[in-house]
T-cell receptor, first 112, second 114 residues
Framework: LAKTTQPISMDSYEGQEVNITCSHN???????ITWYQQFPSQGPRFIIQ???TKVTNEVASLFIPADRKSSTLSLPRVSLSDTAVYYC?????????????FGTGTRLQVTL | DTEVTQTPKHLVMGMTNKKSLKCEQH?????MYWYKQKAKKPPELMFV???????INESVPSRFSPECPNSSLLNLHLHALQPEDSALYLC?????????????FGSGTQLSVL
């Protein structure tokens, strides 16, 4: 599965839009991208998942360009409670359970 | 029920003890995972079970022994652990093969080895 690269940390003020980019240069045709959020001493929580173009749900948007070598998680109007670590994972569709490996993640700090 | 339940939440054990971590889900998921997470590090994959069979072992030391008694339960048996094995142990499950993998995590067991 493709290795992912993200910025180690980001800072934002409350109310701003935050964009976190993940690089996955070796993504394969049947791979998809999933983002997770993790708070301290808790398990990661699914945020959003996509294959190409744009996906939006009630908490975030995911932008994937045509070459799919990167993806951007967009969090609109962040609040203090969005302070967490965000991970992007690349997984394979339709196969057996795969080695879903976490990269370093991006530590987002939101302040007033 | 959309939860993955892990017990115990906290565990302190000596290096000579034998203990077990338990994970349970009732979402009909057929893939179950064990991850280990050290402080300020990403989760590291340990084991993957697919349809109750061990499909991936990431070269984990034999002092960690996984078991999947049925499709809803996953255990991790611990024996003769080392202090460096202290970590948050996370269990996850994912929908059946043929669907896109989406991990549902439990809250983890915080393990301290003395």
């Amino acid at each position: 599965l493709a290795k992912t690269t993200q910025p180690i940390s980001m800072d934002s003020y409350e109310g701003q839009e935050v964009n976190i980019t993940c690089s996955h240069n070796n993504i394969a045709t049947n791979d998809y991208i999933t983002w997770y959020q993790q708070f301290p001493s808790q398990g990661p929580r699914f945020i959003i998942q996509g294959y190409k173009t744009k996906v939006t749900n009630e908490v975030a948007s995911l932008f994937i360009p045509a070459d799919r070598k990167s993806s951007t998680l967009s969090l609109p109007r962040v609040s203090l409670s969005d302070t967490a670590v965000y991970y992007c994972l690349v997984g394979r569709y339709g196969g057996t359970a795969s080695k879903l490996t976490f990269g370093t993640g991006t530590r987002l700090q939101v302040t007033l | 029920d959309t939860e993955v339940t892990q017990t115990p939440k906290h565990l302190v054990m000596g290096m000579t003890n034998k203990k077990s971590l338990k994970c349970e889900q009732h979402m009909g998921h057929r893939a179950m995972y064990w991850y280990k997470q050290k402080a300020k590090k990403p989760p590291e994959l340990m084991f993957v079970y697919s349809y109750e069979k061990l499909s991936i072992n990431e070269s984990v030391p034999s002092r960690f022994s996984p078991e999947c008694p049925n499709s809803s339960l996953l255990n991790l048996h611990l024996h003769a652990l080392q202090p460096e094995d202290s970590a948050l142990y996370l269990c996850a499950s994912s929908p059946p093969t043929g669907q896109i993998e989406k991990l549902f995590f439990g809250s983890g067991t915080q393990l301290s080895v003395l």
